[in-house]
């Protein structure tokens, strides 16, 4: 069964760390692209980064460079997304999600798979 489960979200305040985690099973995690996606109240979802499994490359968004890291377990088959620095808009429900072929896409439409997500609430 294709499984990803992220985890580590909570209520934090602004200026603070969390630590995502996302879980991955049931395909070939190596041959992916994962992505970390969040999606705040009324708005719509957004790209957070993205690498691609086998080469390490990864992207982030403007608005979270210098602040967010994205790294990789391959033991595990875990991608973790290490926050700091975080601010209010920062708030929102974080989702990973993979594909093989055609990689992160713009909000993650159309990508293979998808987790359920994980609540990150910044308070001012």
């Known amino acids: 069964e294709v499984q990803l489960v992220e985890s580590g979200g909570g209520l934090v305040q602004a200026g603070g760390s969390l630590r995502l985690t996302c879980a991955a099973s049931?395909?070939?995690?190596?041959?992916?692209?994962v992505g970390w996606f969040r999606q705040a109240p009324g708005k719509e979802r957004e790209g957070v980064s993205c690498?691609?499994?086998?080469?390490?490359?990864?992207t982030y968004e403007d608005s979270v460079k210098g602040r967010f890291t994205v790294s990789v377990d391959n033991a595990k088959n875990t991608v973790l997304l290490q926050m700091n620095s975080l601010k209010v808009e920062d708030t929102g429900v974080y989702f990973c999600?993979?594909?093989?072929?055609?990689?992160?896409?713009?909000?993650?439409?159309?990508?293979?798979?998808w987790g359920k997500g994980t609540l990150v609430t910044v308070s001012s």
């Open positions: 690498i691609r499994i086998s080469t390490g490359s990864i």
């Open positions: 049931g395909f070939a995690f190596d041959d992916y692209a």
């Open positions: 999600a993979a594909d093989r072929w055609t990689g992160c896409r713009p909000k993650g439409y159309g990508m293979d798979y």
